[in-house]
C-alpha cells in the first residue's frame, strides 16, 4: 500500500486494493480432506495485477542513488547491477558499494537474494587484468567469461559468438523440424511457408540489436546466421540445397540474415534516441543487398532473370513452387546442373540436337516444349524472353500462374523422362 501511495494511486483505486488484499483465503488439499488457510502475502500464478503488483513495490530497487558509475538494469524479478570504472580497484569499491546497497533494501522489503545463482562478468579490452574481489552477502562472487541474462550469452569480450552459435543452432532444429512439415512437392504454399519459417527467423535474430554490429567484426556469425537462414529459406521456396545463397535470398524476397540483425539494430536506435535518419532502415537494407547482389560471383542465372530484386519483393503475384523455382533458379532437372552434380555425363540436351540443356535452353530454346511456350506467349500476350518473363510474372497474377503452369508442365515431363534413364533397361534418350 506504501508503493501505491508514493506512486500517487487515486484513493478508490487504492481502496479496490486495500480490499483485494484483506481477508484472502486459499483452499488446498491435505490427503482426503480439503483445508483452508489464510493469505497474507503474494497473489495466484498468472494473476493480471501481479506483475503491476510487483512493478509498484520493486520500483524503489531501481530508484536508488547508487554510487557513481553504476546503474540497474530490471526484468521481473531479475537485477542486473552494470559498475564501471578506470581501473580495478576503482571498480571494484564502486560494484561492492552498489551490490550492499541493492541487497540491504531488497531485504528491507522482505525479500531475499540467491547469491548461489548470482553471476557477475568483466567486460575489458584488455586480455590480461587483476580479477575484481565482488563481495554479496559476505560471499564472493567469482567473474566468469561469460552468463546467460534474458536469453543471450554475454561474453567478457562483447562479441556475441557463443550467442550466434546457440541461436544458429536452435533456429537450424527448428527449421529442420518444420521442414519436415513442408515437402517441396505437395506441401504447403509459399506463404504459408514463411509464415512457419518466420519462427526460425524470430529465434536467429532475438536481441539483434545487441549483437547486431559485431557482424562486421567476426566474420563467423555472420556466415552462421546467414547459413542457417538460406536452409529455411531454401524450403520456403522449394529449392534444391545447391541453390546459392545470392539466389536462394533473391527469390524468397528477403534480405540477408546480418542485414536485417543491423535493420532492425538501427530501428530500435531510432526508436530509442527519437531521432530518424535520411533514409530509413529497411531503405538502407535494400541499397545494402543490392550492393551485394551486384558483387556476387553466384546466382548469374536468378539475377539475369530479377535484375530489380526491389521491384521483385513489391511485386509478386504468387507463390513460387517446386518446379517454378527450378526454372528461376537454373537448378534442378537440366542437363548442365545434373551433369555438375554427377548424375550426367554431359550438358547435352535429350530433348533435342543442343550440346546444352540450361534453364535458359528450356526456357526460350528447346523445340520440344514449343506447345507449352506457345501457350504461355497467349496467356502472356508476348513473346517469352530472358529479359521479358519476370516483367510479365509481375503485372499480373493471371501471367505469374500462366509461367507457374509452363514450368509445373515442361519440368514434369523433364524430370519423368529423367527417372525412365534412371531405370535399368529403361528407353534411349529421346531426341525431338
Request: charged share 25%.
Amino acid at each position: 500500500m506504501l508503493a501505491l501511495s508514493q506512486a500517487e494511486t487515486p484513493m478508490y483505486l487504492k481502496r479496490v486494493f486495500q480490499d483485494y488484499f484483506s481477508g484472502r483465503s486459499a483452499e488446498t488439499s491435505a490427503g482426503d480432506q480439503k483445508v483452508e488457510i489464510q493469505v497474507s502475502s503474494g497473489v495466484p500464478q498468472g494473476s493480471v495485477v501481479g506483475p503491476l503488483l510487483w512493478n509498484l513495490a520493486y520500483d524503489r530497487i531501481l530508484q536508488l542513488q547508487l554510487p557513481r558509475g553504476s546503474r540497474l538494469i530490471g526484468f521481473a524479478d531479475d537485477t542486473l547491477v552494470v559498475s564501471s570504472g578506470k581501473s580495478i580497484p576503482e571498480l571494484e569499491t564502486t560494484a561492492n558499494e552498489t551490490l550492499s546497497l541493492v541487497s540491504d533494501e531488497i531485504r528491507n522489503m522482505g525479500l531475499s537474494l540467491a547469491v548461489h545463482k548470482t553471476e557477475a562478468v568483466v567486460f575489458s579490452n584488455k586480455y590480461k587484468y587483476e580479477t575484481p574481489r565482488l563481495i554479496l552477502d559476505g560471499q564472493t562472487i567469482q567473474p566468469k567469461d561469460k552468463m546467460k541474462y534474458l536469453g543471450m550469452i554475454v561474453e567478457r569480450g562483447l562479441l556475441f559468438k557463443d550467442h550466434i552459435v546457440e541461436a544458429a543452432s536452435k533456429a537450424e532444429k527448428m527449421s529442420s523440424a518444420l521442414g519436415r512439415l513442408m515437402p517441396n512437392i505437395g506441401g504447403p504454399k509459399e506463404s504459408r511457408r514463411k509464415l512457419l519459417l518466420s519462427v526460425t527467423t524470430s529465434i536467429l535474430l532475438y536481441g539483434a540489436p545487441s549483437w547486431a554490429e559485431t557482424m562486421s567484426l567476426v566474420p563467423r556469425n555472420k556466415s552462421l546466421v546467414n547459413g542457417v537462414q538460406r536452409k529455411a529459406l531454401l524450403r520456403s521456396i522449394c529449392g534444391y540445397r545447391t541453390v546459392s545463397e545470392t539466389a536462394t535470398s533473391i527469390l524468397a524476397g528477403t534480405p540477408p540474415a546480418d542485414l536485417l540483425a543491423e535493420e532492425r539494430s538501427a530501428s530500435f536506435s531510432e526508436r530509442r534516441s527519437g531521432v530518424r535518419s535520411e533514409f530509413s532502415p529497411r531503405a538502407s537494407t535494400m541499397a545494402k543487398w543490392k550492393a551485394r547482389i551486384a558483387e556476387s560471383t553466384s546466382g548469374e542465372w536468378s539475377k539475369r532473370l530479377i535484375p530489380d530484386v526491389e521491384r521483385w519483393c513489391l511485386g509478386k503475384q504468387g507463390d513460387l513452387d517446386f518446379h517454378l523455382t527450378q526454372i528461376l533458379s537454373g537448378h534442378g532437372c537440366f542437363g548442365v546442373y545434373l551433369h555438375r552434380i554427377g548424375k550426367e555425363q554431359s550438358d547435352a540436351c535429350h530433348h533435342c540436337n543442343s550440346c546444352r540443356d540450361s534453364a535458359e535452353h528450356t526456357l526460350v530454346e528447346c523445340p520440344a516444349w514449343v506447345e507449352e511456350r506457345l501457350q504461355l506467349e497467349r496467356a502472356t500476350g508476348g513473346t517469352v524472353s530472358v529479359d521479358n518473363l519476370v516483367p510479365a510474372m509481375l503485372s499480373t497474377h493471371a501471367n505469374w500462374q500462366a509461367v507457374k503452369d509452363f514450368a509445373r508442365a515442361v519440368m514434369s515431363k523433364k524430370e519423368s523422362d529423367e527417372r525412365d534413364r534412371e531405370r535399368p533397361g529403361g528407353p534411349r534418350p529421346r531426341r525431338a
